[in-house]
């Protein structure tokens, strides 16, 4: 299998050439040439094997140059992390007690070590780099610079740490991430990672990086360090490759569960933010799982449910900071890739649409593949009052936590529903722990947090439902401190060149 541009013809490349550049030199995305595809007879046979090997199998697909015993350890390494067996365990809802034939799956994705879904493939990229540097044989060191509002940085801090030939460095504003995610960060452990805070807010730590990666001079000084940059952002193939494998898992998980029957259609609900989890949906369903409809849940950032109303899409109009901080996104970059895919690969078209984003702020597609987008997707957007009511309403009715995001997905899964009365079972992704967004789960349980730092909440959350608090922030409390580092975002650099040196 090769990889190609969304934005051009470029001489195709392997996986591994493409998951060490991330983006394409003329600003595409890589994509792969032609979307492999599963027979319903290998679906049920995943069965018997284990969420590792259903990995190994599925990936084996797309990353073709490296060899199944490769991707087998890849699997071992990235999943040996996680608190539970299954991996991603669903959770059954039935969500109207007049309807039980029309359960919810709540495939809950985020059993990995920072809570956060975005652990399935930011366990899994550190080593598809590390084989990609051995296969086009750079000996050079990788190191990953991140400027993180706070999820990212974590759950790519300890996807990074201690894995060979690579180096990870997290840049995050020094107060502008929340108490709990400072300290995620700051007691990461690990020979080869950096956390330094700036003294700034995110843009300043972000357009600090981006600095760093477009400046020669400093990558000509990491060059003789031995040293080279690279990004860990969901762009790269290797960060979305991995999440197709879950789709596939919560498919038999529901068959396991004898909610359906293998071959049975499911629609699939994901709350999107940059569009790289529902793409990943995507993939499954063009591979031959057997999906109908692929529902986005926005929050009131509402750019993605316009686009799939009206084939507009405009980044132009007013950005909310809403309680589901990771959908708080104008542009979808991974949307590039259903474009190219859904327009028969035709680069031209996604270029203009593109460069038209970029010049005009908005773009607008042709009605044939607005036609195509149609059969496949249903957009709905979900207030700030809906969102936590849901959240109390699922407590109050099953006793079962969900976290805001995942409380917008089951929201517009819901609006979904009653508008088209579409009764079948689906899979929701469910992606992240409630106790991570503590301070607006105990709002929406109408519990009150005046004066309660972040550590106060989670103990009064987990006081209050009694909800299994995940290992990895019950420990917080006692964990050691390990890194104070400070700096201005002019000084952010010199501190990059420093620790490549280290
Ligand atoms: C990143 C994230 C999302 C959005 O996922 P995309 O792949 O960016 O669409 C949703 N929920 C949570 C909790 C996230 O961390």
């Known amino acids: 299998m090769k990889y190609i541009s969304t934005r051009s013809k470029i001489k195709p490349i392997n996986s591994a050439e493409a998951i060490l550049q991330g983006l394409a030199t003329d600003g595409g995305l890589f994509v792969p040439e032609k979307i492999p595809k599963v027979t319903i007879e290998e679906i049920g046979e995943l069965q018997k094997k284990t969420y590792e090997q259903r990995a190994a199998r599925l990936l084996g697909k797309y990353l073709t ?7 087998g350890e890849c699997s071992e390494l990235a999943y040996n992390w996680f608190d539970v067996t299954a991996r991603v365990p669903i959770a059954v809802l039935i969500q109207d007690p007049k309807n039980p034939v029309a359960p919810v799956g709540n495939m809950e994705l985020w ?12 366990q899994m ?15 050079k060191k990788i190191l990953i610079l991140v400027a993180t509002s706070g999820d990212t940085g974590k759950a790519a801090l300890a996807g990074f740490a201690d894995v060979p030939q690579t180096k990870i460095m997290v840049f995050y504003p020094e107060d502008g991430v929340s108490k709990i995610q400072k300290l995620q960060m700051i007691t990461q452990a690990g020979d080869n990672v950096n956390v330094t805070a700036v003294r700034g807010n995110f843009d300043d730590a972000q357009t600090g990086v981006k600095k760093i990666f477009g400046d020669k001079k400093i990558r000509s000084e990491l060059e003789k360090l031995g040293v080279k ?16 494998v879950y789709y596939f898992s919560g498919y038999l998980e529901l068959i396991q569960t004898n909610q359906i029957k293998l071959g049975d259609k499911i629609n699939i609900s994901v709350p999107t933010g940059n569009f790289g989890n529902i793409l990943a949906a995507y993939y499954a369903l063009r591979m031959g799982l057997p999906v109908k409809k692929l529902i986005c849940a926005s929050n009131m950032n ?23 901080p990771s959908m708080d996104i104008l542009i979808s970059s991974n949307l590039e890739r259903l474009l190219y895919h859904e327009s028969g690969g035709d680069f031209k078209q996604v270029n203009r649409y593109m460069t038209e984003l970029n010049s005009l702020g908005k773009y ?4 044939p593949l607005k036609t195509r987008l149609d059969k496949i997707f249903h957009a709905e957007y979900v207030t700030e009052d809906e969102t936590k009511d849901f959240i109390k309403r699922i407590y109050g009715s099953f006793k079962y936590l969900l976290d805001t995001h995942t409380a917008v997905s089951i929201c517009a899964l819901s609006k979904y529903r009653g508008k088209t009365k579409d009764l079948t079972p689906v899979l929701n992704a469910a992606t992240a722990s409630p ?9 929406a349980l109408e519990k009150p947090i005046d004066g309660l730092d972040d550590l106060a909440q989670l103990k009064l959350l ?3 439902t009694n909800a299994k608090m995940p290992k990895n922030l019950a420990v917080l409390d006692a964990a050691d401190i390990l890194h104070k580092d400070v700096c201005d975002k002019d000084e952010m650099a010199q501190k990059v060149l420093e620790f490549a040196a280290k």
């Open 65 to 71: 140059d490296y060899t199944e015993d490769e991707l």
């Open 111 to 122: 059993h990995g070590p920072t809570s956060a879904f975005k652990d399935i493939a930011l």
């Open 125 to 139: 990229l550190p080593h598809l780099m590390r084989m990609a540097l051995e296969k086009v044989g750079e000996t």
């Open 229 to 244: 940059l690279s990004s860990a952002n969901s762009i790269n193939w290797g960060r979305l490759v991995p999440q197709i």
């Open 302 to 324: 509402n750019v993605l449910t316009e686009f799939f109303a009206t084939g507009v899409y405009n980044r132009k109009r007013e950005f909310f900071k809403t309680i589901t």
């Open 364 to 367: 607008k597609i042709d009605k």
């Open 435 to 443: 106790y991570k967004f503590t301070s607006a789960v105990l709002t």
């Open 462 to 464: 987990n006081k209050v």
